[in-house]
């Protein structure tokens, strides 16, 4: 028995399939089946039924796999603490963003890990807030960059920065002369909302995707990248919500667009870094909060204190 015979039963436990499993575990299924067949053979009893079209524990299995969900943390604590004792900066920090930072924020952390840890190499991932949340709590990512109100209450949450969301529209839009405007006046018609949240309380107040609502126009854009909506409302009647950190940097670019203030409460985020509790980098993500702070990207409000 070792460790990967463990991470086998837990993967069959989690997807109900031998398939799955080792696709997950990247391993060919013949593999994977025969190991754990081998290991229901040393223990001397069944871990899984196998139904038709699904795998379910046993009770025997049941009890093995808490024992082995627990040994394989524990194993995983041990290599965390190795990590603290030794040179942090010589493993390579992963760190997640989502569709709607990570464009506007690689070229920031590449100088900021450059001007902070010169040495480090550094892994960006980019993914929706839940997909990303489950990497740092299976020791996939060190951190992701979410909202608060996307946080997962099973891992810490440390503020970074706060922000604004703006209803941004093409320069000669009827409503671009607005100095403000109300999340319940949003034209439900021209509107395109993303499936994911931004993180905003005022989100709730916004029109809800709805086919229905846009039936006058021809296409149907939700499933398109946050960008690519961005650069369709530069040249159409509709509009679409923005971040400022991504208005800033649309407003570098150039970009033919108006960003609209909102009105009433719910209009700020707050953008943290979602990390293990006990995580041993987390001294790393504290000279990143200093940095963030001394010099933080355009369009945002730096939390003073981790």
Known sequence: ?????????????????????????????????????????????????????????????????????????????????????????????????????????????????????????????????????????????????????????????????????????????????????AAEDVPIHDFIRLPHSFGYELETRLPSPDSSNRIAKRFDLTALRFETVCRHVCHSDDCTIVSALAAEQFKRDGWPLVFINFDGPGNLRSLGAATRPNCPRKPLLSKIHDYIVASPPQGITPVSSA
């Open 1 to 181: 028995m070792n460790f990967r015979d463990l991470e086998y039963v837990l993967a069959v436990a989690k997807f109900g399939q031998f398939s799955q499993a080792a696709a997950f575990c990247n391993v060919s299924q013949p593999a994977l089946s025969n190991q754990i067949k081998k290991l229901e053979l040393e223990l001397g009893g069944a871990l899984f039924l196998r139904l038709s079209g699904e795998v379910r524990l046993t009770a025997f299995g049941q009890r093995i796999s808490g024992i082995a969900k627990r040994i394989l943390e524990d194993a995983q604590k041990i290599k965390d603490t190795a990590t603290e004792f030794r040179d942090p900066e010589a493993i390579p920090f992963k760190i997640g963003m989502t569709p709607t930072l990570a464009p506007f924020l690689t070229g920031y952390f590449s100088k900021l890990f450059q001007d902070v840890f010169p040495q480090m190499k550094v892994v960006m991932i980019e993914d929706l807030p839940g997909n990303m949340l489950r990497m740092v709590e299976n020791h996939d990512l060190d951190t992701a960059l979410v909202a608060r109100t996307n946080h997962d209450d099973a891992l810490d949450f440390t503020p970074i920065w706060t922000e604004p969301l703006f209803l941004a529209m093409r320069l000669d839009h009827p409503l671009s002369t607005l100095s403000s405007i």
